[in-house]
């Protein structure tokens, strides 16, 4: 058997041996040609399109831009009041952060103050209307919706009902009496 080598080195292959050898690691051997991308150095804060997303970068890291940002940033809670720079370790001053953005002692503290102004109660009056607000708009969608149902279901068996029926007295009879209930939640207004 002979010790003898059955394939040829290329040039760039003994370059390459020679600059390991030589502990030179940076140089090439072979040159290419092709698309090469360019770099654009961003720094913190910017904004930016890349491939049909927004990005920034927060923090050092590249962070893209979502449509729920606003929704975490809003649910996000903080380690500190924005107010007083006290840490958020009452029990109660987290329910109070998510509603009035300051914590439990900022709120009797903002609370107090507004009474001894006078306006307290148009300030309770005001929240009030405004759950209010909130209430009515989310029966009147759920109402809206159980009408505009699909009135056939599937059994657990696999049986389709169709529960259709001659309910149009019925319904009839409850849209009445919810719009009156409407109507009399409104003038609570």
Same mark, same amino acid.
């Given at each position: 058997?002979?010790?003898?080598?059955?394939?040829?080195?290329?040039?760039?292959?003994?370059?390459?041996?020679?600059?390991?050898?030589?502990?030179?690691?940076?140089?090439?051997?072979?040159?290419?040609?092709?698309?090469?991308?360019?770099?654009v150095?961003?720094?913190?804060?910017?904004v930016?399109?890349? !491939?049909?997303?927004?990005?920034? @970068? =927060?923090?050092?890291?590249? %962070?893209?831009?979502?449509? &729920?940002? #606003?929704?975490?940033k809003a649910?996000?809670?903080p380690?500190?009041?924005?107010?007083?720079?006290k840490?958020?370790?009452?029990?109660?001053?987290?329910?109070?952060y998510?509603?009035?953005?300051?914590?439990?002692?900022?709120?009797?503290d903002?609370e107090?103050?507004?009474k001894?102004?006078?306006?307290?109660?148009e300030?309770?009056?005001?929240?009030?209307? !405004?759950?209010?607000?909130?209430? @009515? =708009?989310?029966?009147?969608? %759920?109402?809206?919706d159980? &009408?505009s #149902?699909?009135?056939?279901?599937?059994?657990?068996?696999g049986?389709?009902?169709?529960?259709?029926?001659?309910?149009?007295?019925?319904?009839?009879?409850?849209?009445?009496?919810?719009?009156?209930?409407?109507?009399?939640?409104?003038?609570?207004?």
């Amino acid at each position: 058997m002979s010790s003898a080598l059955k394939k040829e080195f290329k040039h760039s292959d003994v370059e390459r041996i020679r600059n390991l050898v030589k502990k030179d690691f940076s140089t090439k051997t072979k040159s290419q040609s092709g698309y090469k991308k360019s770099f654009v150095k961003y720094s913190e804060g910017d904004v930016w399109e890349e !491939g049909d997303k927004q990005w920034t @970068i =927060k923090n050092g890291l590249k %962070q893209n831009i979502t449509k &729920l940002d #606003a929704a975490k940033k809003a649910t996000q809670l903080p380690l500190t009041c924005p107010k007083c720079n006290k840490a958020l370790s009452h029990h109660l001053s987290k329910k109070v952060y998510k509603i009035n953005k300051m914590c439990f002692d900022c709120l009797i503290d903002y609370e107090a103050e507004l009474k001894k102004n006078g306006i307290y109660e148009e300030y309770i009056n005001h929240s009030r209307k !405004g759950n209010l607000k909130f209430f @009515i =708009k989310e029966i009147e969608q %759920q109402f809206n919706d159980a &009408l505009s #149902a699909d009135d056939t279901f599937v059994t657990e068996q696999g049986d389709i009902e169709d529960w259709k029926g001659s309910k149009s007295k019925e319904i009839a009879k409850y849209t009445e009496n919810f719009k009156e209930y409407i109507t009399y939640l409104k003038s609570k207004l």
